[in-house]
């Protein structure tokens, strides 16, 4: 089983084709998710990334008090 790049004693979940890194659960999210990444559409990643980000607006984290 292949280990986290930046946590070497963590087991990795995931890995990213783009950086050819291997990630923890704490890892978990897009390096640069503003550059242009060939693998995005059936990245793993990407999408949790994505999913999270909903979810933080569904929570409305953010929101300047728009009346
Ligand atoms: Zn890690």
């Known amino acids: 089983m292949n280990s ?3 946590h070497p004693n963590r087991p990795a979940t995931q890995y ?3 950086n050819d890194r291997y990630l923890c659960d ?3 999210r897009c390096p640069n998710p503003m550059l242009y990444c060939i693998h ?3 990245c793993v990643i990407w999408y949790l990334e994505r999913e999270r980000r909903r979810e933080w607006q569904a929570a409305g984290t953010g929101e300047g008090g728009r009346v």
């Open 4 to 6: 986290c790049s930046r």
């Open 16 to 18: 990213c084709q783009k």
């Open 26 to 28: 704490e890892c978990l």
């Open 40 to 42: 995005r559409v059936a």
